[in-house]
């Protein structure tokens, strides 16, 4: 089973829209718990961690569901420049400081 | 600031050939370094990581080695390439002092195998 799994995608909304994903995690030991964001052909680049009781950045909403292990991210108002992999990623507290990745959720954003 | 720095950007190797793929991290000290391989269209496979200098954990069994000669200095080798090799090797750097430090990636090197 696979430590991290999201839906692949692709998601294609138009700008102004509001998308969500979702992520869920395995392992009930997973400690600390990452969105990252990857433009084609280029690096993952954090975009936010995600805390327990939620935390907001701009038009980005990260929320956090343990009894669930569950992880979202909502991004609201879309804009051209929002195309891109969304990884979702946890860090496993008993695996010393590694990361996991999910595989990614796909967004373009349509004019 | 910190900055990780990775070449070459792009390789085209044969199959058969050595490898040498080279990761350095500045402006950090005593940071936990990380390869991982991204092959298209799939997600990152952690293939080792580094809490310290001749410190390495391999996390899957293949024919890649990885060393680490100096304290922000990580290198991934190969003997002789596979074509499942081919990939796209992403070196990232971490603060050692606890688990909810975030990794940062390096521009990454695109690997072809022919």
């Known amino acids: 089973r696979k430590e991290v799994e999201q839906d692949p995608g692709p998601f294609n909304v138009p700008e102004g829209a509001t998308v969500a994903f979702n992520c869920t995690y395995s392992?009930?030991?997973?400690?600390?718990f990452f969105w990252y964001r990857q433009d084609c052909r280029k690096e993952p680049k954090l975009l936010m961690s995600v805390y327990s009781s939620g935390n907001e950045d701009g038009r980005f909403t990260a929320q956090l569901n343990r009894a669930s292990q569950y992880i979202s991210l909502l991004i609201r108002d879309s804009k051209l420049s929002d195309s891109a992999t969304y990884l979702c990623?946890?860090?496993?507290?008993?695996?010393?400081?590694?990361?996991?990745f999910g595989t990614g959720t796909s967004l373009t954003v349509i004019p | 600031s910190q900055t990780i720095h990775q070449w070459p950007a792009t390789l085209v190797q044969p199959v058969g050939s050595p490898l040498s793929l080279e990761c350095t991290v500045e402006g950090t000290s005593n940071p936990n370094l990380y390869w991982y391989r991204q092959a298209a269209g799939r997600g990152l496979q952690l293939l080792f990581y580094s809490v310290g200098i001749g410190q390495i954990s391999s996390e899957v069994p293949q024919n890649l080695s990885a060393s680490r000669p100096q304290d922000r200095q990580f290198i991934l080798s190969s003997k002789k390439l596979l074509l499942s090799d081919s990939g796209f090797y992403l070196c990232?750097?971490?603060?050692?002092?606890?688990?909810?430090?975030?990794?940062?990636f390096g521009p990454g090197t695109r690997l072809l195998v022919l």
């Open positions: 392992n009930s030991a997973s400690q600390s």
């Open positions: 990232a750097w971490q603060t050692r002092t606890s688990s909810w430090e975030t990794q940062y």
């Open positions: 990623v946890v860090s496993i507290s008993n695996t010393g400081n590694q990361f996991y």
